[in-house]
Nanobody
Framework: QVQLVESGGGLVQSGGSLRLSCAAS????????MGWYRQPPGKERELVAT???????SSGDSVKDRSAISRDNGQNLLFLQMDSLKPEDTAVYYC???????????WGQGTQVTVSS
């Protein structure tokens, strides 16, 4: 079993920045892909950004150019840096990880990010 624990959420003013962290219970080098998803109030969960084991990254349209995903393999940590935050970025942010060859992955419990106008 894999545990993912997010941290770093909170209340931030519009235009501000936030750095989320996700601590994994095992070596993140073993995952094929890790990523961040978010679920705004009353909406579906959506992709924020992903990073492949090889280092390739992708991001969702809503946060493109305002976010950066990175990882620290030695500390088994995944990060999400978000800048120029907007009220519409308010959501619960989830960490995700999936093993190679697996169709399903693991989710963290989520961390709340609230952006005030």
């Amino acid at each position: 079993q894999v545990q993912l624990v997010e941290s770093g959420g909170g209340l931030v003013q519009s235009g501000g920045s936030l750095r989320l962290s996700c601590a994994a219970s095992r070596s993140i080098s073993s995952f094929y892909v890790m990523g961040w998803y978010r679920q705004p109030p009353g909406k579906e969960r959506e992709l924020v950004a992903t990073i492949l084991r090889g280092g390739g990254t992708s991001s969702g349209d809503s946060v493109k150019d305002r976010s950066a995903i990175s990882r620290d393999n030695g500390q088994n940590l995944l990060f999400l840096q978000m800048d120029s935050l907007k009220p519409e970025d308010t959501a619960v942010y989830y960490c995700y990880a999936r093993f190679p060859g697996s169709l399903t992955g693991f989710w963290g419990q989520g961390t709340q990010v609230t952006v005030s106008s």
